[in-house]
């Protein structure tokens, strides 16, 4: 029999879940079987779990034909489970690392009906808090079992089922299943937990409980939340099943039932302010049903005089007291931000330069109505006219002529804009005004931090890349790569989104983790490559026509992305070495990052001379794509729209276990490559010299990354942004 099997319910998670699976998967314990619950999830969270499925037998997925809800999702995947323990894990968390070893000892070593682990609470911002476990238990209890009649102070541990590994056998017997809608853990945990002869608990941190920023239910406000009540009901209807011998616990199990309603009462994210009394009025006529005979242990201090309100019913005096300790917080609260802001004299007056007036006139502009007709557009921090804007904005001058289009551009780059794009040069009032005024405000990076979202304005994020290397949030794990970034005010420019352009599910799935936040998700590909889609053999030979390149030429177009972990790397690489490689025919363009900014270099429109010539002033990448035969690159996304073309793509990877481990990655590249993979120099110019660019091996493994990235680019894609963000969804 498998000693654990773990149940995960799975319901807009994709974001999370690849973690939770592989914190589950990867342990040095194996002796384990994972039931993937599909709840009818709308996102791509069941092709997840039938990807993990078809490639580790261990992982089964019960795929559900509407949603039942975390509770019955439980309970069905219980009925698949064939483990001797049960690990209901929810599927945005994830487990640590290496604690398998030590969970199955102890299962081996005590056999309890229930082993509770420790857990961390993981912050957005990357902190991490303890659990309460050490505050119920100040002495671990070590090996062993005892029951909740031993240690009363068990009923203060977390009411979660994800903390609990649960003997099969035990929940089979007891008959108990998950009941529906929120709190569903409350009717689970306490039942067990008053009838368990063998508690074990094992104080090592098991778990990461994810603190979502958006999306977890604790975060939510609304009517649901009076589920709690029913949810404790069946506990007391359960301890009443048992007769007599559970009185004796009932004054602790109903201490911990008050606590828990007045937790959730006092969540000012939880209760709408209109039916916090409707709230508090249900809590009074809990307690006087369920009060216990004998009474039960009032808490001292602040809690117990809400106890003593509750058993009174004075919800007027319960609220004012509320009312006025909020007060006194927030005036605590802006006093400090007060003493955080106040500066010098002198300070204040340098502020007061050519910035701040036009900041002044930016609010100003604010207060004027919308220009309902106007969408503003920007690329790479102002850099130009390029990426996903530049393809959107030629589509909504096509469908929709009314919207005026205007580019913000910095001033030493106003030349490269196509005759005819109007514009506004970066910090000039031009630019303050049409940033206040636009309707719609359309960038693949984000606008400043001093940008307001004006109510009725359409902010949207088009991005500028299938994600190799980790973003957002997740670069708090690998800090070498973030030393300039600010979270916080990342997060309040996340906020401003409306729409995230989305190339593909993956990059959809790792966004929702990367940027958590409460845009909406348009998987519609990338509408820079519709241009690479709809590439006729004209447009091809037109590009390299332009580019001066023969028809017979064969064409390597190298393209190594930036690391800004690593200032001034050079990937080890020598031109003329490898043009020679290449034979008298061959011709490599090389491409830099636009991190280098791109200024000067050769003509771009200009012939070529010898073999090597570098392209990173070129206007547009798209054109070196159509004209290249050949790909290398590492990590950059420039092999995903470069595979819309079909072409042999070279991953050359140097500094892999380096980047990956300091960089971090969300994929293994070398293990899931559009081609062929080397990873020193020599080895790349072998690969043309013996020519193994072009192998079935590498047909096969590109063949299988196109239909996981390209699907969406199909030539459609800034059609399909410009309807549904700018025309509504019609036509």
Not at 397 to 407: D, F, K, Q, Y
Not at 676 to 688: E, I, K, S, W
């Amino acid at each position: 029999m498998t000693l654990i099997s773990f149940v995960v319910p799975a319901y807009r998670v994709q974001g999370y879940l690849r973690e939770c699976l592989d914190s589950i998967l990867n342990q040095p314990f194996a002796d384990v079987e994972v039931i993937g619950v599909d709840d009818c999830s709308p996102d791509s969270s069941g092709e997840i779990l039938a990807e993990y499925a078809a490639r580790d037998s261990r992982v089964r997925v019960l795929a559900l034909e509407r949603n039942v809800g975390l509770g019955e999702a439980r309970n069905l995947g219980l009925d698949q489970a064939t483990g001797e323990y049960v690990w209901f894990l929810d599927s945005d968390d994830w487990l640590a690392d290496g604690c398998l070893p030590a969970v199955a000892e102890r299962l081996r070593q005590d056999r309890p009906d229930v082993l509770i682990v420790d857990h961390v609470r993981a912050h957005w911002d990357n902190s991490v808090r303890p659990s309460a476990l050490a505050k119920t238990f100040p002495t671990p209890p070590g090996p062993g079992t005892f029951t909740l009649r031993d240690r009363p102070e068990l009923v203060g541990v977390l009411h979660t089922a994800w903390n609990k590994l649960v003997r099969r056998q035990f929940l089979v017997d007891l008959g108990l299943r998950f009941g529906p809608g929120w709190y569903e853990d409350v009717s689970f945990t306490y039942p067990i937990l008053l009838v368990a002869e063998r508690v074990g608990v094992l104080d090592l941190v098991c778990v990461n409980y994810r603190q979502r920023r958006a999306g977890a239910i604790t975060r939510t406000r609304g009517e649901r939340h009076f589920e709690v009540f029913p949810h404790w009901h069946r506990v007391f209807e359960f301890a009443d099943q048992q007769g007599p011998r559970l009185d004796d616990l009932r004054p602790v199990l109903f201490q911990r039932m008050i606590w828990h309603y007045l937790t959730v009462l006092g969540n000012g994210d939880r209760i709408p302010r209109d039916r916090r009394r409707a709230f508090f009025q249900q809590l009074v006529e809990d307690y006087r049903r369920w009060l216990p005979p004998g009474g039960y242990p009032v808490p001292g201090g602040p809690e117990g005089v809400k106890h003593r309100l509750v058993a009174q019913g004075r919800w007027g005096t319960f609220s004012l007291l509320r009312a006025v300790h909020k007060s006194r917080t927030r005036v605590r609260e802006t006093a400090g931000r007060l003493r955080q802001t106040m500066l010098p004299p002198a300070r204040r007056s340098a502020r007061l330069g050519r910035d701040a007036a036009l900041r002044l006139y930016y609010r100003a502009q604010l207060r004027l109505p919308m220009d309902r007709d106007l969408a503003l557009y920007a690329a790479y921090w102002y850099r130009g006219y390029a990426c996903n804007p530049a393809a959107i904005y030629e589509k909504a001058r096509e469908l929709a002529p009314g919207i005026r289009g205007v580019w913000v551009v910095r001033r030493d780059r106003v030349a490269s804009l196509p005759a005819g794009v109007p514009y506004v040069v970066a910090g000039t009032p031009g630019y303050y005004r049409a940033l206040a005024r636009a309707h719609w405000l359309v960038n693949n990076v984000n606008f400043p931090d001093h940008v307001i979202k004006r109510p009725g304005s359409v902010h949207i994020q088009t991005h500028h890349g299938t994600p190799v290397k980790v973003m957002g949030l997740d670069q708090q794990r690998y800090p070498m790569g973030a030393t300039e970034m600010n979270f916080p005010k990342l997060l309040r420019r996340i906020d401003r989104w409306d729409y995230s352009i989305s190339s593909n599910t993956f990059s959809t799935q790792m966004w929702e983790r990367a940027y958590p936040a409460d845009y909406q998700a348009l998987e519609t590909g990338y509408p820079r490559n519709d241009q690479l889609a709809n590439a006729s053999t004209e447009d091809i030979a037109a590009a390299r026509s332009r580019l001066g390149l023969a028809a017979d030429d064969r064409v390597v177009l190298y393209a190594p992305t930036h690391r800004e972990h690593l200032p001034g790397y050079q990937p080890p690489f020598d031109p003329d070495e490898f043009a020679a490689t290449l034979g008298p025919g061959g011709r490599l363009l090389i491409r830099s990052h636009y991190f280098n900014d791109r200024r000067g270099g050769a003509d771009p429109a200009g012939p070529a001379t010898g073999q090597v010539r570098d392209v990173s002033g070129h206007p547009s990448v798209e054109e070196l794509y159509l004209a290249a035969d050949v790909l290398i690159t590492d990590y950059s996304s420039a092999m995903f729209d470069y595979g819309i073309l079909d072409r042999p793509i070279v991953i050359y990877a140097p500094d892999w276990d380096a980047y990956r481990l300091t960089r971090g990655v969300y994929f293994d590249i070398t293990a899931e490559p559009p081609g062929a993979v080397v990873t020193t120099f020599p080895d790349l110019l072998d690969l043309f010299r013996t020519g193994a660019v072009e192998t079935d091996a590498a047909g096969k493994a590109r063949a299988q990354f196109r239909r996981r990235f390209c699907a969406l680019d199909d030539g459609g894609a800034a059609e399909r942004v410009v309807r549904r963000t700018m025309l509504g969804g019609v036509g």
